[in-house]
């Protein structure tokens, strides 16, 4: 089973070939390659080092709640 998480890009490298995401309050370096027009402030699916497309902040916040949700309930 793969997974994507989404992340919000907080930079992106001058050649626009990488960017800086933030997680969770974790920050990587992941690869543009297969996205096209994005900006700081985006979110994108992250997989294994790839942003894999652009998403709406709004299923961005979503799916992290739910990701929220589902770590509280692994703690009972």
């Given at each position: 089973?793969?997974?994507?998480v989404?992340?919000?890009?907080?930079?992106?490298?001058?050649?626009?070939?990488?960017?800086?995401?933030?997680?969770?309050g974790?920050?990587?370096?992941?690869?543009?390659?297969?996205?096209?027009?994005?900006?700081?402030?985006?979110?994108?699916?992250?997989?294994?080092?790839?942003?894999?497309?652009?998403?709406?902040?709004?299923?961005?916040?979503?799916?992290?709640?739910?990701?929220?949700?589902?770590?509280?309930?692994?703690?009972?």
């Open positions: 089973m793969c997974l994507a989404p992340a919000q890009i907080i930079a992106i490298s001058q050649d626009h070939t990488q960017a800086s995401v933030q997680l969770a974790v920050q990587v370096e992941v690869s543009l390659a297969l996205v096209e027009e994005v900006a700081v402030g985006d979110y994108v699916l992250i997989h294994v080092g790839f942003a894999l497309q652009k998403i709406d902040p709004e299923e961005a916040e979503a799916t992290l709640a739910l990701f929220a949700e589902v770590a509280l309930m692994a703690q009972e």
